[in-house]
């Protein structure tokens, strides 16, 4: 296992590499949906297999990225534009491929990805109205159009997810939630949730969607499943 090069991001290497292993998986869902609960448990399960892999996300993943998310997430950031927001995403998103995406699958390995351009156009698309071809060009020239060969969707209702989000924060003595994007409307949380469903609709063939709202342990079991089948085929 590699030390971390930025915050969320980490390595597993080892000898067995078989070859045309290079895999690029998404895990999306709205906020409280488990997502970055699951990609920590898919990424066990490949250790497990001794199947190289990373695991990252959006925003960060970089040392660039991680200032950028300081500026998009943080209670404290100023305030942002529509606009803005989108550009500081793909900014992060460049970086991210330039510095880990690409570089790890040319060495052959799987990466699993903890937001990536759906999670765009489902948030500044969808939940902030701007125009949805506007934001897939901008997501297209950021990602190099790569496109993940399969996407996790985590599928909850908005009641059920800022219910987690909440109960957590509370936890860990963070309320009020400090996250921008947790802090939001629940109409803005039901427009990305919808934003989401509709992009599964529309490439049935790359999206799983898996409902969250049940079990960590079955829904990781389902996510499990997913991966395997990927992987043999």
């Given amino acids: 296992m590699k030390a971390p090069v930025s915050r969320g991001v980490y390595y597993y290497s080892c000898n067995v590499r078989p070859d045309g292993m ?19 448990k898919a990424g066990n399960y490949l250790k497990g297999k001794e199947i190289p892999f990373v695991v990252t996300g959006e925003p960060g993943g970089t040392p660039v990225g991680d200032e950028l998310r300081k500026i998009l997430l943080d209670r404290t950031a100023l305030a942002l534009s529509g606009r803005t927001e989108l550009l500081l995403f793909a900014a992060d998103r460049a970086q991210h491929i330039k510095e880990v995406i690409t570089p790890a699958m040319q060495r052959g390995e799987i990466v699993l990805c903890d ?24 997501c297209d020239f950021a990602s190099r159009s790569l496109v993940p060969d399969m996407t996790l969707l985590f599928d909850i209702s ?6 987690r989000v909440i109960d957590r924060a509370r936890r860990a003595g963070n ?22 469903l509709a992009l599964a609709e529309e490439d049935p063939d790359r999206f799983r969607v898996i409902d969250a709202s049940g079990d960590a342990a079955a ?11 990927l992987i043999k085929r």
């Fill in 22 to 40: 290079s895999l690029f998986v998404t895990f999306e869902g709205i906020e409280g949906s488990g997502k970055t609960t699951q990609i920590k």
């Fill in 115 to 138: 937001r990536f351009s759906d999670a765009t156009i489902a948030y500044q698309g969808y939940g902030r109205k701007q125009d949805i071809k506007s934001v897939r060009a901008i």
């Fill in 158 to 163: 908005v009641d059920q997810g800022l219910g």
């Fill in 175 to 196: 309320v009020p939630l400090e996250d921008r994007f947790e802090r939001e409307h629940m109409k803005f949380h039901e427009m990305i949730r919808s934003g989401y």
């Fill in 219 to 229: 829904v990781h079991r389902e996510v499990c499943i997913h991966l395997e089948g």
